[in-house]
C-alpha cells in the first residue's frame, strides 16, 4: 500500500497516511475525535463525506451511489495523492 495524505476541509489540516495505518488512526493521533464501532468497514459509524479525491473504498455495506459521495475512514484507502474529507 501507498502512503497519501488527508486534508481536513474544516481546519485545512494536511495529514499523511502511512501504508500501515488508517485515516481513523492518524485522526486520533492527531488529536481529532472520531467515533467508531467495528473500524471492519461493516457498520457505517465512521462515514464520513469526501470532497476531492479517489477513495479505495474496502467497506462491505455502502452502496456505489453512496460510495460516490462518502468513505469509510476505518478501512478505507485513498488512490489520489490528497483525500479530501468533510471533516
Request: one cysteine or more; proline letters at 3%.
Amino acid at each position: 500500500m501507498e502512503k497519501f495524505q488527508i486534508k481536513l476541509a474544516n481546519s485545512g489540516a494536511v495529514l499523511d497516511v502511512g501504508p500501515d495505518e488508517t485515516i481513523v488512526e492518524v485522526l486520533r493521533a492527531n488529536g481529532v475525535d472520531v467515533e467508531t464501532s467495528c473500524e471492519a468497514g461493516l457498520c457505517a459509524t465512521c462515514q464520513t463525506r469526501y470532497l476531492e479525491g479517489e477513495p479505495e473504498h474496502h467497506d462491505m455495506i455502502l452502496s456505489d451511489a453512496e460510495q460516490a459521495e462518502f468513505v469509510l475512514i476505518c478501512c478505507a484507502r485513498s488512490l489520489s495523492p490528497m483525500l479530501v474529507l468533510d471533516r
